[in-house]
């Protein structure tokens, strides 16, 4: 083990962004039972509160308790443990990915929405460069993170195709620090604080986290052996300031990594890709009376990646897009209505220089688009049993005939502890600018290609009491029009891909999703989910492995010390050449795999007399070799997706 890794660590006192949990500190929270804790207010399926069993929709929540107790380095790996999530990796990014349900088509994250406090997250020339926010996110200020798997267009526009999700921030914090040493050469600090000052609150996190990497090694498209060390280097700031009914939002990502290239064949450099994020959201709520309140949001987010394209030309993307949105909501006793609308404005390019910085080309010329949205919902409790949710949204994009989404929601309380839900949405994803328009050595772009569509159906029962949560979930989605890349029938271009509307897809699949406290140190998560999928004829065609266990135990011996031991186990990866003819099968087979992670937090107060913390954590504890499907491009079988273990220790000091 190479201890060398510094971390400061910033965890914010747990306050819910919900009214009724506004001045419940982190300490309360997570001494509550169960039965309390399912009653904590969620926000994304519907933009407001509601409670999650209640809710129209099927959703994981991880809460700071368990990214506290089971531990992580990055948003990454705590969302990687949410039911149903598959985390691939890929060539050109390693920790860009998140498959919900079986659903992976690029190398992009476009087909899950990204928010950060109900605010999207996401760059309109590729629709999915996320690894930044993904690596970079301070962990410690996350007050929760909710996972809606399946299609939310309606509220949310692009990208909610799959799922959304949606980080919260806390509301409240003690000034916290922590470092860390760890593999790699890793180093890390984290640090968060609060001001409050009459009405005025402000709350700040930073993070950085940088590691020289673990080695990947595998042969290329051309059959050659290489290797590259898959280094990070990550910044990450965030800022909420809150002035009465003003809010100011603002989180700035700066990562570097190493990837294989935007091909995978090596070159004989190693390559890096360099990427600025920055969301930057002003917000204001108006209460017109007790039963009606507007919401007005204006939402910066800027892109600017910096890579090696060649090996000695460097290629630049950027993307400028500001979104402007109000939103109503209107409480008239048993219905609930909320209509609003949108209007995205989208500019950026792609241009390739050379060593020097002299322009060569221009891959995506400049441009701008104006995307616009309109959406309703209305919410009608039948009874104290049942109620009922129907919606819609329509959406336009530019060149693009406008689409209609609909939305239907029932949700049924059999008893006080049991229910059921019936769920139907659609989603729709018009072509990103890197799809339509790109025209590079490795990938060309289609101007002609349709929207991508998705129509799903969840059917789920539920049944919670104070020690425990049980659900069972069905759904089948049905995708058309997806857009893929082939190779090009440009047979001078060898390596070129092109963009193109392939078919059908037809997703089903269960989930078995449970909670269970048997004691009040005792926290127990698991989930099973088995999803299959078929187009073209063919079963299982995305590649994801069928099966995903998850189990998560943690116990809490003391005040502020707990053990922690996660596993996320998956069964085979499918063969790409079912997919590909051609494909090449030159490395490790992806074969069945257990990613596990143990934390320890040790609180070494009553032996110092000072508010320290002892954290260690452990990820991949079993160091396994872990191998996905090469879903990008194909031409070869597999690479490898999870580096070998790495062992990382800290501290965190609290100032009272």
Request: charged residues 20%; contains cysteine.
């Amino acid at each position: 083990m190479n201890l060398t890794h510094l971390t400061l660590c910033c965890s914010l006192l747990l306050s819910s962004h919900v009214a009724q949990a506004q001045n419940m500190l982190i300490e309360d929270l997570l001494d509550l039972s169960l039965e309390k804790l399912m009653q904590v207010r969620i926000i994304t399926i519907s933009k407001t509160e509601e409670v999650l069993s209640h809710s129209p929709g099927v959703m994981t929540v991880i809460t700071a308790k368990e990214i506290a107790q089971f531990g992580a380095n990055s948003l990454y790996e705590v969302i990687e443990r949410a039911t149903s999530v598959y985390t691939p990796g890929a060539y050109a990014n390693a920790q860009n990915q998140i498959s919900l349900r079986g659903d992976l088509s690029t190398i992009y994250d476009n087909h899950v929405l990204l928010l950060i406090n109900g605010r999207p997250f996401r760059d309109s020339m590729t629709g999915g460069n996320n690894f930044p926010i993904y690596s970079a996110f301070p962990v410690g200020i996350i007050e929760r993170v909710e996972v809606v798997r399946g299609p939310g267009s309606v509220l949310y526009g692009s990208n909610a195709y799959a799922g959304v999700i949606n980080v919260i921030t806390k509301a409240e914090t003690n000034t916290r620090i922590a470092v860390k040493a760890g593999s790699f050469n890793a180093k890390a600090t984290e640090a968060s604080t609060m001001f409050d000052q009459g009405d005025l609150k402000l709350v700040a996190g930073l993070k950085t986290f940088k590691e020289d990497g673990w080695r990947l090694e595998a042969k290329d498209e051309a059959g050659k052996p290489g290797s590259t060390l898959f280094g990070e280097d990550n910044m990450g700031a965030y800022v909420n300031a809150q002035y009465r009914n003003v809010t100011l939002s603002a989180f700035l990502a700066k990562s570097t990594e190493n990837r294989w290239g935007t091909v995978p064949v090596w070159e004989g450099r190693e390559k890096l890709v360099k990427m600025d994020r920055a969301l930057i959201d002003l917000g204001y709520e108006h209460k017109f009376s007790d039963t009606w309140r507007t919401q007005l949001n204006a939402t910066l987010n800027y892109a600017f990646v910096d890579s090696n394209y060649t090996k000695t030309d460097l290629l630049e993307l950027y993307s400028n897009d500001t979104l402007v949105e109000m939103t109503h909501f209107v409480d008239s006793g048993k219905w609930k209505w909320l209509f609003g609308g949108v209007a995205n404005l989208m500019s950026g390019h792609m241009k390739q220089y050379d060593s020097n910085h002299k322009l060569l080309s221009a891959l995506i010329a400049e441009n701008r688009k104006t995307w616009y949205s309109g959406y309703v919902q209305g919410d009608y409790q039948l009874s104290d049993a049942l109620r009922l949710v129907l919606g819609g949204q329509v959406i336009k994009a530019e060149q693009v005939d406008s689409k209609w989404v609909p939305r239907l929601g029932v949700v049924y309380q059999i008893s006080s502890q049991t229910g059921m839900k019936a769920l139907y949405g659609q989603a729709y994803r018009s072509a990103f600018q890197v799809e339509t328009a790109v025209n590079a050595t490795t990938l060309k772009g289609n101007p002609a290609l349709a929207p991508e569509t998705v129509a799903t159906l969840d059917l789920q029962l539920f049944h919670n009491t104070k020690d425990y949560q049980l659900s069972a979930t069905y759904f089948q989605s049905e995708q058309q029009n997806l857009i893929t890349r082939i190779p090009s029938a440009n047979t001078a271009v060898s390596l070129q891909d092109i963009y193109v509307n392939r078919g059908e897809m037809s997703f089903q699949g269960l989930e078995l999703q449970s909670q269970f406290v048997p004691t009040s140190r005792l926290l127990i998560n698991a989930s099973l989910t088995y999803q299959t999928n078929e187009s073209e004829g063919k079963e299982d065609f995305s590649m994801v492995p069928n099966w995903m266990g998850k189990l998560g135990i943690s116990y809490e011996f003391d005040k502020g010390s707990s053990i922690g031991l996660f596993n996320n186990w998956f069964s085979d990866g499918h063969d790409v050449a079912m997919k590909y003819p051609n494909t090449k099968h030159v490395n490790p087979e992806p074969d069945t795999y257990n990613l596990m992670t143990l934390n320890l937090n040790l609180n070494l107060k009553r032996w110092t007399g000072l508010p320290i913390t002892l954290d260690t954590y452990v990820y991949n504890v079993l160091d396994e070799d872990i191998y996905a499907p090469e879903f990008g491009r194909s031409r070869i079988n597999s690479l490898p997706a999870k580096q070998s273990r790495g062992i990382y220790v800290g501290f965190q000091y609290k100032f009272d």
